[in-house]
């Protein structure tokens, strides 16, 4: 079994900074790409940034250069940087990675954690 757990969620006012972590743990061979998506109240989940193993990153339009994914592979732990918050970033945001087992890949997803952008 694999766990991801999310924490680092909070409220914050527009203009501020949030650091989102999530840490994977269980039978874990290697982790490949690890990503965080979110889901707003009434929308569906969206991606908002990838990493590959290598380092290569991925963000949606909404979010970049603000926004920076980042991991350490020894911690096995992703974060998410997250500056110029606005209102429209306040959402529900989950933790995905595709961890390799014995013998297969398997994707997982964290529980979420919740950030509100609010005066």
């Known amino acids: 079994q694999v766990q991801l757990v999310e924490s680092g969620g909070d409220l914050v006012q527009p203009g501020g900074s949030l650091r989102l972590s999530c840490a994977a743990s269980?039978?874990?061979?290697?982790?490949?790409?690890m990503g965080w998506y979110r889901q707003a109240p009434g929308k569906q989940r969206e991606l908002v940034a990838l990493i590959t193993s290598g380092g290569s990153t991925n963000y949606a339009d909404s979010v970049k250069g603000r926004f920076t994914i980042s991991r350490d592979n020894a911690k096995r732990t992703v974060y998410l940087q997250m500056n110029s918050l606005k209102p429209e970033d306040t959402a529900v945001y989950y933790c995905?990675?595709?961890?390799?087992?014995?013998?297969?890949?398997?994707?997982?997803w964290g529980q979420g954690t919740q950030v509100t952008v609010s005066s």
């Open positions: 995905n990675a595709d961890v390799k087992g014995r013998g297969a890949i398997w994707n997982y």
């Open positions: 269980g039978s874990i061979v290697s982790i490949n790409a």
